[in-house]
């Protein structure tokens, strides 16, 4: 998305340009409903969600602040609505901040020697699916970690700022994922 | 060099590795199959990552969303307020005269109209006036303040330079108050 186009839409909206607010939906109602959607793991649900994020957006957009990327500002608002939804629900939330296993740093790498790769025989299309899956199985805050940037295509640096994070903590978080994808893939074809 | 990081493998494949950490890693690449295989796995993982399907959104959902926005109500200026309830008002004595039929609508109107002008006529001339003393005001205080200011300066002048210096800052900081004051009270920007 263009930062500075989202700045001027925003600026027409507080002004009371409605327009310019239909215009800021249809530029992320996709990417957000493709995160809410992987989050939740109910169209329905995500769609109520996605349109409470827009509404809580219009509601307090005078406390954007625009030195913030505006699509950031955004992802924070409907990355708190997904954690309350997993507060009410009792999903267990882990603290990104929190390490998972000891060698959060040096992931050992596990290779068979001789086997030929299960990932490989998969076409793309139908290792998408099974990684839709996948996603599932993960941690939630490793989950969203992944969506925003495979699915969304957030940098590591928006990500940090949008959890409050370093960049490593964040990088290292989505490569666990990664892996753990790749583990759930390979154990269960 | 030993096998490598998986955190080595995905910063490879990010492209976010020094030209030195990434010749080591290709320097390794090529002479270890194991790690070779663990990169193209997780190369493709990453692709097919890229390429999940969006959910499919509504095609009315955009209107949805503004349906359920509330739109902000906007102020409406004090003058129009002022105008909108004058006006009211008016039709509303109209209305009334007109149905407790004591006046007949086309001479009620006549009478309206004849007034109308009159207190037009007193409104211009009121404001004749008051631009004539405004006028008047700025002569005499023109006049006055050389005389003011000359008698201030060498009264300040007679205190010692402490007093001086005091008095001088003292006079800046009601200046900047009522600068400050002014700006607030006249601006028309908006607020973000």
Known sequence: MNEEKDKVLVKRTLRGDTKAFEMIIRNYQQSLLNYIGRMVGERELALDFTQEVFIKAYASLRSFEPQYKFSTWLFKIASNLVIDHWRKKKIPTLSISEPLTDDSDGLTLEIPDEKPSIIRKLELAELGKRIDWALGQIPTALRELFVWRHVNGLSYEEMAEIKNLPVGTVKNRVYQAKEMIRRLLETKP | ?192
């Open chain 2, 1 to 192: 060099m030993s096998c490598l990081k998986i955190g080595d493998l995905y910063a490879f494949l990010e492209g976010e590795l020094s030209p030195i950490q990434r010749e080591n890693i290709e320097g390794h690449l090529s002479s270890c199959p194991r790690c070779r295989e663990a990169l193209a796995e997780r190369r493709l993982l990453s692709e097919a990552a890229l390429s999940l399907p969006d959910l499919e959104i509504p095609a009315d959902f955009t209107e949805q969303v503004m349906a359920a926005i509330v739109p902000v109500r906007r102020r409406l200026p004090v003058w129009l307020i002022a105008t909108a309830a004058g006006l009211s008002s008016l039709m509303l004595l109209l209305l009334v005269a007109v149905i407790s039929g004591e006046e007949n609508l086309l001479t009620l109107l006549a009478r309206l109209n004849h007034s109308f002008w009159g207190y037009a006529k007193n409104a211009v001339v009121l404001g004749a006036k008051l631009l004539t003393l405004l006028s008047l005001t700025e002569k005499v205080l023109g006049s006055l303040s050389q005389p003011i200011f000359k008698g201030l300066s060498v009264l300040t002048s007679l205190l010692r330079p402490g007093g001086q210096v005091f008095l001088m800052i003292f006079a800046l900081v009601v200046f900047v108050m009522l600068f400050y004051f002014l700006s607030k009270k006249l601006m028309m920007g908006e607020k973000t």
